[in-house]
């Protein structure tokens, strides 16, 4: 079992730059810069990509439209850059997605060759389709499989760039979501937290084991087999995060 992390400030906190205890937004940037290179995969640490950041047009009460573009390119050129790891992204509406393809335009040709994952992906497939054009990869999860649209663009996806996700403890497959009736692995439950069991989910929480249920979703919605999709998914996910690692 390999655990990795990443480093990187979430769109809907850019706010923490200006507000940092540490006196200023590049003081801040500084001290996330010196923990990739502590701890970069590259130099034999658990950091394997930069994140999650991007932009979040659906929670703008959280931080302003303009905080989130100024701290995440800033993000790009002082923190992604230097540490030339891969990029886990973080998009959530098609404005956001358009705005965030023409960023990474810009950043293309010094990025590296594999540059990343679009992280619990929920748009159209014109959004992923530009996102695929620009050599990322596009991560399913649970919140990207709730309504029948969502899985008519996951059955249009290039096996080779997808990555699967949970997002645990959030984004689980629930009874109402469309991808459930592609469902077939079920875990004995606790109804709640305290009552946590050894061998036993939580009920409506997200766990690591429940990437076998997105699995079976994208396998049976495309008609594939899961062990196919399983095998070439895995691929793509060293291919981006363990180079020369796996």
């Not at 931080?63 to 050129?77: G, S």
């Not at 159209?124 to 695929?132: R, V």
């Not at 999860?141 to 760039?161: F, I, M, Y």
Request: aromatic share 6%.
């Amino acid at each position: 079992l390999q655990l990795t992390s990443t480093v990187g400030v979430h769109p809907t906190r850019c706010g923490e730059f200006e507000a940092s205890p540490l006196g200023s937004p590049d003081a801040h940037m500084a001290s996330l810069l010196e923990i990739g290179k502590t701890g970069s995969m590259l130099n034999g640490g658990c950091i394997a990509a930069v994140g999650e950041f991007g932009l979040d047009y659906d929670r703008l009460q959280f931080c302003q439209k303009d905080v989130q573009i100024k701290y995440f390119e800033k993000q790009l050129e002082e923190l992604a850059l230097p540490l030339k790891l891969p990029l886990f992204l973080h998009c959530r509406t098609g404005e956001a997605a358009k705005d965030l393809v023409g960023i990474l335009e810009k950043y293309q040709s010094r990025l590296p060759k594999e540059p990343g994952v679009v992280h619990s992906f929920d748009g159209s497939l014109e959004d992923a389709s530009s996102f695929i054009k620009l050599g990322y990869c596009i991560g399913l999860n649970g919140c990207s499989l709730r309504t029948e649209e969502n899985l008519q663009v996951v059955k249009a996806l290039p096996l080779d760039h997808i990555v699967l996700e949970t997002d645990a403890p959030w984004c689980s497959i629930k009874a109402t979501h469309a991808s459930h009736k592609f469902v077939k692995s079920t875990w004995d439950e606790v109804k709640k937290p305290e009552k946590w069991e050894d061998g036993k989910c939580v009920r409506d929480r997200c766990e690591p084991c429940h990437l076998r249920q997105v699995l079976e979703v994208i396998a049976g919605c495309r008609n594939e087999d899961p062990e196919v999709v399983a095998k070439q998914t895995t691929a793509n996910a060293r291919r981006i995060f363990f180079r020369g690692s796996c």
